[in-house]
C-alpha cells in the first residue's frame, strides 16, 4: 500500500528520523494558515508547497514551488490543487490533486552549502536480505545515476539475524563523504531509518533527497514509502492511510468483492483461478501475440455470480480485444465453472462485445465442455495449452 509523502514523514518521525516539517492543506486558506503555523515554529516565511499525489517527479510536472510570502503560498496553493498533475510516473491525463503539503524551507543559507544525498530501504529480493541502497548524487532520478555513473551507487546489505550494526552505519555515512557533526548525525538517520522500515513492515523507503543543511543536520525532505498490505493487521493507524482516489478504481472495486484484479496494458483479458496459473497463462497470451490485459484470480469459488463480477471488471478496460478464462477445477469442478460462465455471458448480454476463450481442465472437465460447445454461446472452448493460444491468436487477427 502507497502512501502519501505528509504520512510516510509522520511514520519516519515516529522513530525518531528528522524531518522536514510540514502541514497538510486541502485549500488555499488553509495553506495559508498551516504557513502562519510553520513561521511562529520556524521563524522563517518561507516555504514549499507541494503536491501530495502518489507519484515521483512531482517537481518536473509544476507540482513543487517555492513561496517567498503569504500572498505566494495562497496562490501557489490555489494552482496545484485541483490540478491534474502529470508527472513521469502517471499517464497522460495525469492524477488530481487533492491536497498539499506546506513544508518549512530547509535550504537556508549558513556556514556551508546544503549537500543532497539519496538513500532507499528495501528487500534484495536475489539474496533475500534487507539492504540500504544510497547515493552521494540525491534530487534526481536514481534510474539515471544507475545507468550514467553506476559507480555511485552502493548498497549495504542488512543480516538478518543481527539486524544492521552501528559499523554499517558508519560506512554508509563514511562512504557520503560526512565527517564531524555531519558524520556522526547520519549515523542516527541511517539507524533510525533502518528502525522505521522494520518496525513499520514497510516494503519500500525512498528519501530522496535526504538534506545535509547549511548547519550539519541530516534530515528527509521527501518520502516514499510503500507498506506491505499483508501485515497491515498490526498497524491498524497504517491501514487508514489508504487514500483510494490514489489507486486503479478498477482494482479498488475488486478488492471490494473479493477478487485479486491487478490491471496492466495488454488487450487479451485473463481469468484464472490461482497466481501461478496466471502468471503461465499471461506467458501463454504472449506466446500466442497478444499482451495481457490484467492480472485476475477468481480464486477457488468460481460460481456464477463471481464470474460475472469478473467479467464485468475486465470489461471495463476498453483495450480488451479477447478475454481467455484458463481455470484448473482441482477443488472446484470444472462443470460449475462452466455452468457459471454460461449463466453470467446471459446475464451480461450485449456487456459482453469481444471474443472469450474458455479453457477447463480438472474434475469433469469433459462435461464442462459439452456444455460451453452447446452453449449456442459465442464461446469457443479449448482443452490443451497450445488449443487456447491458437484460438486467442486466431481471435486477434
Not at 470444472?334 to 481442465?361: E, T
Amino acid at each position: 500500500m502507497n502512501i502519501h509523502e505528509y504520512q510516510g514523514k509522520e511514520i519516519l518521525n515516529s522513530f525518531g528520523v528528522r524531518i522536514q516539517r510540514g502541514i497538510v492543506a486541502h485549500n488555499a486558506k488553509e495553506a495559508v494558515d498551516a504557513a502562519k503555523e510553520l513561521t511562529e515554529q520556524t521563524g522563517t516565511g518561507w516555504h514549499v508547497i507541494k503536491a501530495q499525489v502518489h507519484a515521483g517527479g512531482r517537481g518536473k510536472g509544476g507540482g513543487v514551488k517555492l513561496a517567498k510570502n503569504l500572498k505566494e503560498v495562497e496562490e501557489i496553493a490555489g494552482e496545484i490543487i485541483g490540478m491534474n498533475l502529470v508527472t513521469p510516473q502517471t499517464s497522460a491525463e495525469g492524477k488530481k490533486v487533492h491536497q498539499v503539503l506546506v513544508a518549512e524551507d530547509v535550504y537556508y543559507p549558513g556556514d556551508n552549502e546544503p549537500e543532497e544525498y539519496y538513500m532507499s530501504v528495501l528487500l534484495n529480493r536475489a539474496t533475500g536480505r534487507n539492504m540500504i541502497m544510497y547515493s552521494t548524487e540525491g534530487g534526481v532520478d536514481i534510474e539515471t545515476v544507475a545507468e550514467k555513473t553506476p559507480h555511485l551507487i552502493f548498497t549495504e546489505e542488512i543480516d538478518p539475524a543481527t539486524g544492521l550494526l552501528p559499523f554499517q552505519a558508519r560506512r554508509i555515512a563514511f562512504n557520503l563523504g560526512q565527517s564531524g557533526t555531519g558524520f556522526k548525525e547520519m549515523v542516527k538517520f541511517v539507524m533510525a531509518l533502518y528502525t522505521a522500515f522494520e518496525k513499520s513492515d514497510s516494503s519500500l523507503f525512498e528519501i530522496n533527497p535526504v538534506l545535509k543543511t547549511s548547519d550539519d543536520k541530516i534530515l528527509a525532505v521527501d518520502s516514499k514509502v510503500s507498506l506491505d498490505d499483508s501485515a497491515l493487521f498490526r498497524h491498524k493507524d497504517y491501514a487508514e492511510m489508504r487514500d483510494v482516489r490514489e489507486e486503479n478504481a478498477t482494482e479498488v472495486e475488486a478488492k471490494e468483492v473479493g477478487l485479486n484484479y491487478v490491471e496492466l496494458d495488454g488487450n487479451v483479458g485473463c481469468m484464472v483461478n490461482g497466481a501461478g496459473l496466471a502468471m503461465a497463462t499471461m506467458d501463454l497470451i504472449k506466446q500466442a501475440g497478444g499482451e495481457p490485459a490484467n492480472f485476475l484470480d477468481v480464486g477457488g469459488t468460481a460460481d456464477a455470480k463471481r464470474v460475472e463480477e469478473a467479467f464485468r471488471l475486465i470489461l471495463k478496460d476498453d483495450k480488451v480485444e479477447a478475454i481467455l478464462v484458463n481455470i484448473f477445477g482441482g477443488i472446484v469442478r470444472c462443470d460449475r465453472v462452466a455452468q457459471g460462465i454460461v449463466d453470467a455471458y446471459k446475464n451480461l448480454g450485449d456487456a459482453i462485445n469481444v471474443p472469450i476463450i474458455v479453457r477447463l481442465q480438472g474434475t469433469n472437465a469433459d462435461i464442462a465442455k459439452e456444455l460451453i460447445d452447446s452453449s449456442g454461446l459465442k464461446i469457443h472452448s479449448a482443452v490443451q495449452f497450445q488449443e487456447a493460444a491458437d484460438k486467442v491468436q486466431e481471435v486477434l487477427k
